[in-house]
């Protein structure tokens, strides 16, 4: 099969007038591209990771127990989580090139060999999807922000989940079927401006070794991996955007021709379209990734809804209704409204009116999943608007805790610390949290815009509204959930 | 075709390894569950209270702090500062010095800017120059 003919959307191609021009290709800059192309890159980005994820365990098991004078629960809920989005925003998915998880596990594969493969039945996104939502709902019930001992252990769980399943199992089986950070990445990163790509389709036309996919071996030994292909099985001539690229660069070290880039792309261009997707298949008939979009997208509202003041009116009232006075079942009640019954409800409902009203041709649960899809720009904005908020309002907060803890270990090289400095005001952060919302409302729009013209070119209009509507709706969602007055209790039933 | 490249010979049981993550995963687990920072000069009384209750966000609110020794003394001429901080990390935190009304009495005007679990720490330097710090957790300060 021709590589060009794989490639149904190479980068900028559906663009007019930018037919012509290669896409920027960051492994041509100089300096950044020497570097990402050098063998150890990935080792040399994730070493400081592992060592700052060290100290951080080590801070939430041992160092202040109050949240925010701990490096624990600094790193994670501010300056880790903003950093992250803002990178997928601004570049691609480099935090899991950089994963700390993946050098202890890689290490431990040195001596450990996985012997099975992960099961056929469990090959999809159910499960992520569900540990996403677990984490959400842990965030909520345990105040995980407020508690540095458990922001440790949740760090620890991960490293003992990467070691326990890719101890087992082969290839990368955790990043692809349970990191729900991971899921997160993929799916923010489809809205992404880079991806790692293919530079010229004809090339691989002409390539016999796919060593892409493959990698390579000594020839004398099987057993022994001279480079390694792609763990998450996509194959390079025919893979299309972002969705489960760790951007871990194995492709552009094994590529004997140097044919593989980090390419300029549109960003959520990937979205507009459904061919089909290496390793993944098409979009469209991936029921487990559409319901991991659901509760990237409703996910977002949900854990900013459980940070504003109304969210505990509404637990007062349920409890009062049904005489429930745990905090976990009004909690659960809570989540499976928002992220199960509200989504199925509005997209159901969309689907329908969208074959009934613009003659859509597609089942009514294929038509939800292919739709689906266009929200992941309105849930990025809504991850971006909460956690850049926390990010840039937080900024300075790792001066003083960073203080703090070398004035606790006897070496205060940097002074006592200045708990007064915090981040940049409110006032211009909150500008910036709207643009982020309307930026991932014009983003879904057309996407839906682009799906409702493939499905219907008579009635685009009739196939776009109801969509356009639940963009809105969510959109309108966001922004009165970033209006809201910030409440963050561990006590969600106190008042 | 992949998978039968990268096919590995086995030659350890990951099992091993899934005993060892366990085992020093519950250890730290035990250990560290049983970890609390020390407070020194125990025999130092701080009782403080908050006034108005409940307690509202933007609003000035009093804290009275009633300091004293072990054998229920109370002590003057302390210094007290009060440092609010949120639950959530990444958040402006307040700081209000305490005048002494009294013997062994204090009281510092803070102002809870935002609603939520609030942490107040007391920085105390006694007379003798001796520190010490003591913590009160302020939960669901309403909005107004």
Sequence with gaps: MSAAATHPMPPGDDIEGFEESP?????????????????????????????ISIVM??????????????????????????????VLLCAGNFFCLACPFMLVRNTMRRWVHPRFTWPRALRN???????????????????????PWLTAWVIIGYFAAVLLIDGFFK???????????????????????????VREPEVCDECGTKDCIRGRRDTASEFVILQRGCEMALFQPAKVGNMDCTFCLDCVHACPHDNVGILSRLPAGELMSDPHRSGIGFFSRRKDIAGLTIVFCFGALMNAFGMVSPVYAVEAWLSRLLHIHHLAPILGLLFIVFLIVEPAILLGLAAWITRRWAGVRRAWLPTMVRYSYALVPLGFGMWLAHYGFHFFTGLYTIVPVTQNVLASIGWPVLGDPRWTLVGIPKYIVEPIEFGFLLLGLAGSLMIAWRLAEDDCEEHTMRAFTPWAVICLLIFLASLWLMTQPMDMRATMMAG | MKSFLLR?????????????????CLAAFVITGCHRVSASSESISVQPRISPQPVHAGSSSTIHIQLANASAQPISHAQITVEGDMSHPGMAPVFADAAETLPGSYQAHINFNMPGDWIVLFHIKLPDGSRIERQLDVKGVQSN
């Design chain 1, 57 to 86: 365990v080590l801070q939430g098991l041992l160092g202040p127990t109050i949240s925010p004078k701990n490096l624990a629960t600094v790193l994670t809920w501010v300056h880790f989580r903003g950093a992250l989005v803002l």
């Design chain 1, 125 to 147: 996104k159910w499960i992520p999807a569900a540990l996403f939502a677990l984490v959400l709902f842990s965030y909520e019930l345990f105040g995980l922000w407020s508690s």
């Design chain 2, 8 to 24: 590995s010979r086995p030659r350890t049981a990951p099992g091993r390894c899934t005993g060892c993550i366990v085992s020093v």
């Design chain 1, 23 to 51: 896409p920027f290709d960051l492994l041509r800059v100089p300096v950044i591209g020497g570097f990402l192309k050098w063998r150890h890159a990935r080792t040399f980005l994730q070493v400081p990771l592992l060592l």
């Design chain 1, 171 to 197: 290839h990368g089986t955790f990043c692809k079927f349970v990191c729900p950070i991971g899921q997160f990445n993929f799916l923010a990163a489809t809205a992404s401006p880079l991806e790692v790509a």
